[in-house]
């Protein structure tokens, strides 16, 4: 099923026509209302009459997440605070929050995208959706709430946790999609089976899970213990929140919403537009959006993009699940390397655990990969020629994986600090400035 | 016959190994007997107690990674060519092992022997009259 089949299976010329117009609009939205903007595009000697198409993006600067720090609270606004209808913010782990705003309009346009993202995957008035994304400042509770709405499914809006509840509610409601993060979901299916739960109760058919990253080894872990189709959902709130891209019912990568946000990969270290098929850093335009459009918004997620008609009739742009943050890029010996390529490596051997750090370092001018790896707590073996042929075996397959020979180190369980964090993921020795 | 082993897997890091029988010191644990295979990086220390169950739970609560092994204790005469009595029995039965080590109890020397097939260890060496240790004698 399609929510919108004149824009999603759009004729692609038709479709660039449609964001050539809104993008010379945008431009011209941006340089009058917004200062930062306005210097930026002057500095390169643009002013909104020299951009009338979207081959031109190129030439715009770029927007980063520092950017919008810099301008904390609402100096990237283009709209003002009369008609803005809703303020949301991120967590500030590195010092202030980012804001963004919306109007009235842009609600609307958040709700078209979250329904056909819930379209995608077969959500109609005949489910009964439960959200547990949190509700409040974070965009994923209340961006799937209007869009679930709007298909008009009927909506549990339990928001995150009390884990007892949502399973109660799962069962008496009848429950048939969930929306929440992967890893609440993978915890939702382990209560269901350490209650001792009889699954025939439970009524879910799909899940709708984004907001962080996730393997698809862990997609097919959450699926088994819930019973379900998992998919994956994109957004993030400097875009609109969830709803920039859905993946339908093909799981072949991601479509994205280019009538209103275009996306451009680039090389993260050039940043030089790349051409699509290749991995690079994921960048949005936003051509529609009033209260805070935003220019070449660099998302710092690593990724790539396909073009061609999808099975399902769609012909936007899709993107392949994130590899990684370009915060975490590692290059050694002039290979790309992200830490959850070696994560996806270690899920799938059970003998070890998915819990490992990465030391670089350079000898003799040449970079080494040391990956520290756990040992599962319960499935090692005492003799020393199974844990050779593990740490052999690991070694074979990250070196499948990332084209390149690791050291391997097995090490004592729970030595490796828990945290998603860069600082102990990856210890990088090498004195490269 | 069967014993219980425990197992302990050891990152080559100073002091990790003190700490480990600091351990079984305070809780007055004695180890019959005691072996390391050890690696570059890491090393398993394999070792036997009167009561390996709350040893276990005890090694795991104080963050050891630590697994039971059944192995087979068997009593060695103390005299040339009494090693050789009991392999030749294992060979001729085509039994495997995975590995060895001698340790010293009040009978004179022990060997205990890892095989994946403890139970054919036993019935072979009893078949040809090797003595074999009970975990009670321990």
């Given at each position: 099923m399609i929510w919108n089949e004149y824009i999603e299976a759009a004729d692609r010329d038709r479709l660039k026509r449609l964001q050539n117009e809104r993008l010379t609009e945008m431009i011209e939205r941006i340089y009058y209302n917004v200062p930062f903007y306005r210097k930026k595009l002057s500095e390169l000697g643009i002013e909104p009459r020299d951009i009338n198409s979207i081959d031109q993006l190129h030439k715009l600067p770029f927007t980063t997440k520092d950017d919008l720090r810099d301008n904390y609270p609402f100096g990237m606004f283009a709209a003002p605070q009369q008609q803005i209808v809703r303020l949301h913010a991120s967590s500030g782990t590195t010092g202030k929050p980012t804001v963004v705003g919306y109007t009235h309009n842009d609600l609307n346009i958040w709700s078209e995208v979250v329904a056909r993202a819930l379209t995608m995957v077969g959500?109609?008035?005949s489910d009964i959706i439960q959200i547990a994304y949190g509700y409040g400042?974070?965009?994923?509770g209340l961006g799937v709430h209007y869009g679930a709405e709007k298909v008009g499914a009927s909506v549990i809006p339990i928001s995150g946790g009390n884990t007892r509840k949502q399973l109660q509610l799962m069962m008496d409601f009848g429950s048939t999609v969930i929306a929440c993060t992967p890893s609440y979901a993978a915890h939702l299916g382990e209560s269901i089976a350490k209650e001792g739960i009889d699954r025939s109760k439970i009524k879910l058919r799909a899940g709708i899970f984004g907001a962080e990253p996730w393997t698809n080894e862990m997609r097919r872990q959450v699926e088994q213990l819930l019973g379900i189709k998992a998919y994956d959902i994109y957004g993030l709130s400097e875009i609109i929140g969830p709803g920039v891209a859905m993946e339908c019912e093909h799981q072949n990568g991601m479509h994205i919403f280019e009538d209103h946000f275009i996306p451009e990969i680039i090389d993260p270290v050039t940043l030089e537009v790349l051409p699509y098929g290749q991995v690079g850093e994921l960048v949005f335009t936003t051509?529609?959006?009033?209260?805070m459009p935003l220019l070449r918004y660099r998302t710092r997620d690593l990724t790539r993009l396909h073009i061609g008609k999808c099975a399902c009739g769609r012909t936007m742009v899709r993107m392949d699940?994130?590899?990684?943050?370009t915060d975490d890029m590692l290059i050694i010996r002039g290979v790309n390397v992200f830490p959850s390529q070696i994560e996806a490596v270690l899920l799938e051997?059970?003998?070890?655990?998915p819990h490992y750090q990465l030391v670089v370092d350079r000898e003799n001018n040449l970079d080494t990969l040391e990956i520290r790896v756990e040992i599962d707590d319960q499935f090692w073996s005492d003799e020393i020629r199974v844990l050779e042929n593990l740490r052999k075996q690991i070694q074979h397959n990250i070196a499948s994986a990332l084209g390149l020979t690791a050291r391997i180190k097995l090490v004592e369980p729970n030595t490796i600090a828990r945290s998603e964090g860069k600082a102990q993921r990856v210890i990088d020795n090498r004195k490269l400035v | 016959m069967i014993i219980k082993q425990l197992s302990v897997f050891l990152q080559n890091k100073t002091g990790r190994l003190t700490e480990l029988t600091r351990i079984l010191s305070e809780n007055n644990i004695n180890m019959t007997a005691f072996s390391i295979a050890d690696t570059a990086d890491y090393g398993i220390v394999r070792f036997i107690v009167p009561q390996p169950e709350a040893t276990r739970t005890l090694l795991k609560e104080q963050g050891f990674s630590v697994n039971t092994t059944d192995v087979v204790c068997l009593i060695v005469p103390n005299e040339p060519g009494g090693l050789y009595r009991a392999l030749q029995v294992l060979s001729d039965n085509q039994v495997p092992v995975e590995y060895m080590y001698a340790f010293a109890s009040e009978n004179g020397a022990s060997v205990v022997i890892r095989s994946e097939s403890c139970e054919q260890v036993i019935e072979v060496l009893q078949a040809n009259k090797i003595q074999l240790m009970r975990a009670s004698e321990l």
């Open positions: 959500v109609t008035r400042l974070f965009t994923g051509i529609s959006k009033e209260a699940k994130c590899l990684g943050r051997m059970s003998e070890a655990s | -």
